[in-house]
């Protein structure tokens, strides 16, 4: 600022000094003129004047006494010829002249003139100017004009110093503005800086700490814990069916239900536990020190409680009820986003069973590390084959208690965890994708099966369990075709189970895979029956053999438990029958319930009565035709013996 008032006082001094001596020189060249004309203009090129001329020329330069200081008039050979000083003697500045007679400009120069040297001396500015003479457009000489110029002087310095004054204020006052705007600039930007930090870390709608904030304090409450050796617990909560709620009474009482829920959550903690809000309908309540696991779930009891009184929106009283999760650290994870999602977890737990509160367990969850060992196991189980087995559960006529089939079930015989069921990793697979390689495994161990009994004068039909992901492409059926041709087994030996719910799932491409097995002979089976939702004549309408009643209604007719159950049993029999189906009832565990089931009317039953699933060497001897369940299979290499995937 102090270099830009410089340069500006400069600057206005300069453009003052130019235009000063502008002015000055005006002033010469009008005295020059004067006083030349009052001499005849030969008289310049003659170089002599007469007296009469030299009074004439005072006469006419009398007017400027007041600011001439002197005048001469020259030739252009330098020779005097009028001085208003002295007589006539006298030298002109050789180059000025020349110059001013040369170009024809006037030439200019302030000289510091001091006067009375004896008396002491004063000072003072002249302005001396050559002015060219001119006779009809020739230069003929110069008059040399001294002005006084102390006056100009005196007044530029007073200008300057007012202008630089001005200046000097002016940036000040300038200064001053500015630095109150930058000021005041600066401390709402602060301010507003502060806002957005505080709004990036509370929730706005209920000011609760948000996601990040409550991120922040779990990292660190957890570096504390881990050093001081104590427990950190997480509790995860979200409102039961708030969409319900936000869509039947809009989003504005949604929102004051969040912000209620907040306030007690607020009102029923401990001082230094941390609730947040999520978003949406999700809370935390971070508990930096709990002694137990029990206490935690004590504490998230406590956090339960606060909806037991209804929530009054308006004038509506509200009954909310919540689904909260438990996890704690170092118990359940080790990390803040392990114990994040391990409560997240157990909160999914808690809503699926309606349990209220629910403690994080491994065995609810899905990529738990064991779920993740075992699917590693199950890939090396295929590749290196000889762990996977099928158990064969007979299915028995009702009427002769023959068996007339069996139903593949698998086993898989884990190096260390023992015989698994299906149910530990059947799932497991469906969700991976390795389903399809289970399902070409139980495919060709089970036709392989049956060519070996088959061989042995056995003609009985074997079920193999099929699951959704496999009835929706064809490449099961080309599987199946390909395998019933290589073993050379008929296709009325092959039975395939289909639940209800894989079957109405993406019925436009599980159809047309049912009628292709259907045209290849192999009879399709309606598994788990009656668990689903679905209209019984949509099911019928599809092309199936085998209704098989699911085990739920057989434990019901068996313990009386459910009113009508055996009404319910009747006509599912009734109608499959009208269609042409064959009826197998699941899970008969009794000789009263296979009574029963005989009398109404289903025609075959499965279960532990007659037999668990057992691995082909163990199956009892066949009634009837003489010979033996002999003759294993030997154990099949699935990947090398059959190409290509099944299912899509
Ligand atoms: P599912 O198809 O309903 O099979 C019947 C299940 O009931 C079998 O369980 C069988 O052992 C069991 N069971 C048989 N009789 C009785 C009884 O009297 N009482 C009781 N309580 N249970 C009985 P398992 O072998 O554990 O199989 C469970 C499920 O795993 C099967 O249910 C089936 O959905 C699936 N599964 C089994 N093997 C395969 C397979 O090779 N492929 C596919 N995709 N799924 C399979
Ligand atoms: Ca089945
Ligand atoms: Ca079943």
């Known amino acids: 600022m102090l270099a830009l008032g410089i340069a500006l006082v400069l600057t206005m001094s300069n453009i003052m000094q130019t235009q000063a001596l502008r002015d000055g020189i005006a002033s010469a060249q009008t005295v020059g003129r004067y006083a030349s004309a009052a001499v005849p203009p030969d008289a310049f090129t003659r170089g002599v004047v007469d007296p009469a001329q030299h009074a004439d020329v005072t006469a006419a330069i009398d007017g400027f006494s007041g600011r001439l200081v002197g005048l001469r008039l020259w030739t252009r050979d330098g020779d005097v010829l009028y001085d208003s000083q002295s007589a006539t003697t006298g030298f002109p500045d050789g180059e000025r002249l020349d110059a001013a007679v040369a170009r024809g400009t006037s030439d200019a120069r302030i000289i510091t003139d001091v006067q009375g040297e004896r008396a002491g001396g004063t000072e003072r500015q002249v302005l001396d100017v050559y002015v060219p003479v001119r006779d009809a457009g020739e230069i003929v000489g110069a008059a040399e004009v001294m002005l006084d110029y102390t006056p100009t002087t005196e007044a530029l310095r007073a200008a300057i110093r007012t202008v630089a004054l001005v200046v ?252 698994l069921p299906p149910d530990l990793f059947i799932p497991l697979a469906e969700q991976s994708g390795l389903i399809h390689d289970l399902t070409r495994f139980a495919l060709t161990t089970a036709v392989a099966q049956l060519a070996v009994w088959r061989d042995a004068g056995r003609n009985v039909p074997v079920a193999v369990n099929l699951s959704a992901h496999d009835v929706t492409s064809q490449t099961v059926v080309e599987l199946i075709e390909r395998l019933l041709g290589e073993y050379d087994v008929p296709a009325s030996l092959l039975e395939v189970e289909i639940t209800e719910t894989a079957l109405v799932a993406d019925r436009s491409r599980v159809v047309p895979v049912l009628e292709r097995l259907s045209a290849l002979g192999v009879r399709v089976a309606i598994d788990d029956f009656g668990t689903g939702n679905t209209s019984i004549s949509q099911l019928l309408d599809l092309p199936v053999d085998l209704l098989k009643i699911d085990r739920m209604f057989v434990t019901d007719l068996a313990a009386d438990k459910r009113e009508g159950s055996e009404l319910v049993v009747k006509a599912m029999v009734d109608l499959a029958h009208s269609f042409g189906l064959h009826v197998v009832a699941e899970g008969v565990e009794d000789a009263a319930t296979a009574d029963l089931l005989r009398e109404l009317d289903v025609d075959h039953a499965q279960g532990f009565l007659f037999a668990a699933a057992l691995p082909p060497d163990d199956l009892p001897p066949l009634e009837g035709p003489p010979g033996r369940w002999a003759g294993r299979v030997r154990r099949t290499q699935p990947h090398a013996a059959i190409g290509g995937e099944v299912g899509g």
């Open 168 to 419: 000097a204020g002016g940036l000040l006052a300038l200064w001053i503005a500015l630095f109150r705007t930058v000021l005041t600039s600066s401390q709402r930007l602060q301010a507003s800086a502060l806002d957005n930090a505080r709004l990036a870390l509370l929730d706005s709608l209920t000011g609760l700490p948000n996601r990040r904030m409550l991120a922040d304090r779990m990292r660190r409450t957890i570096l504390e814990a881990k050093l001081a050796g104590t427990r950190v617990g997480l509790v995860l909560l979200d409102v039961d069916r708030f969409k319900d709620i936000n869509d039947s009474l809009g989003h504005d009482r949604g929102d004051e239900l969040l912000e209620l829920v907040a306030d007690r959550l607020r009102g029923a903690l401990r001082d230094n536990d941390i609730v947040a809000r999520l978003g949406g309908d999700e809370f935390a309540v971070l508990l930096p020190d709990v002694r137990s696991i029990e206490n935690a779930e004590h504490l998230a009891h406590r956090v339960q409680s606060v909806f037991a009184t209804p929530f009054i929106l308006g004038e509506l009283p509200l009954h909310v009820e919540t689904s909260i999760g438990v996890a704690c650290l170092p118990d359940h994870a080790d990390d803040s986003s392990d114990l994040m999602r391990k409560a997240d977890v157990a909160m999914y737990t808690a809503k699926t069973h309606r349990l209220g509160v629910a403690v994080y367990s491994p065995n609810e969850d899905d990529s738990s590390p064991a779920r993740l060992v075992l699917l590693g196991d199950l890939h090396r189980a295929l590749a290196v084959g000889g762990e996977l087995e099928l158990h064969y559960q007979p299915k028995v006529d009702l009427r002769t208690r023959r068996t007339v089939g069996f139903e593949a079930l698998m086993r898989w015989r884990h190096p260390t965890r023992g015989l």
